[in-house]
């Protein structure tokens, strides 16, 4: 099974800042990634497929880069609604999931 | 509009079984596969099952095979999730979601099934 680290488990930023989350994949994954938000109470949301191309209605501040086994998630400049948890995921080898980057108000 | 739409919330004791759904609509059912992922309370998101539709073909995540059943009926759109024996570590939160074309994301979710198992 391959396993996703996600780091760091908790960002604390301010609206407007930059957020950089991290997911390395125990064994190359190749593009096969994926990201996902989930708010409280709410059902995930797909972000970014294939390590970089955005989902459908997703906002440009939004971007997805990496390739094998490492990934990177950026939010350009945080909006009140980005504070989330964000999941990353891969599809190379079944499917699993990381355990998760809270992203917080400071 | 691509619409997953789960049963309700349910509250059972150990070693009863259980079987939600998952309806969906907007798309053409048969042609898609969909899978289901469990949440644990307070925790991250784990992949159990997936089915396609058009042929019932399955597949299971290593620490999900033998414990869930996973079916679809195409005449109602709609697939399921099932357990004979429900224990407690099965209190989750339940969700169904589509997997994109020509890729296995799950870019469609449903609402979510709260599953509360207790004595």
């Known amino acids: 099974e391959i396993v996703l680290t996600q780091s760091p488990a908790t960002l604390s930023l301010s609206p407007g800042e930059r957020a950089t989350l991290s997911c390395r994949a125990s064994q190359s994954v190749s593009s096969y990634l994926a990201w996902y938000q989930q708010k409280p109470g709410q059902a995930p949301r797909l972000l970014i497929y294939?390590?970089?191309s955005r989902a459908t209605g997703i906002p440009a501040r939004f971007s997805g880069s990496g390739s094998g086994t490492d990934f990177t998630l950026i939010i350009s400049s945080l909006e009140p609604e980005d504070f989330a948890v964000y999941y990353c995921q891969q599809r190379s080898n079944w499917w699993t999931f990381g355990q998760g980057t809270k992203v917080e108000i400071k | 509009e691509v619409q997953l739409v789960q049963s309700g919330a349910e509250v059972k004791k150990p070693g009863e079984s259980l079987k939600i759904s998952c309806k969906v609509s907007g798309y053409s059912f048969t042609f898609y596969w969909i899978g289901w992922v469990r949440q644990m309370p307070g925790k991250g998101l784990e992949w159990m099952a997936m089915?396609?539709?058009?042929?019932?073909?399955?597949r299971y995540g290593p620490s999900f095979q033998g414990q869930v059943t996973i079916s679809a009926d195409k005449s109602i759109s709609t697939a399921y999730l099932q357990w004979s024996s429900l224990k407690a570590s099965d209190t989750a939160m339940y969700y169904c979601?589509?997997?994109?074309?020509?890729?296995?994301?799950?870019?469609?979710w449903g609402q979510g099934t709260l599953v509360t198992v207790s004595s």
């Open positions: 294939d390590a970089s």
């Open positions: 979601a589509r997997v994109s074309p020509g890729g296995g994301d799950f870019d469609y």
């Open positions: 089915i396609y539709p058009g042929d019932s073909e399955t």
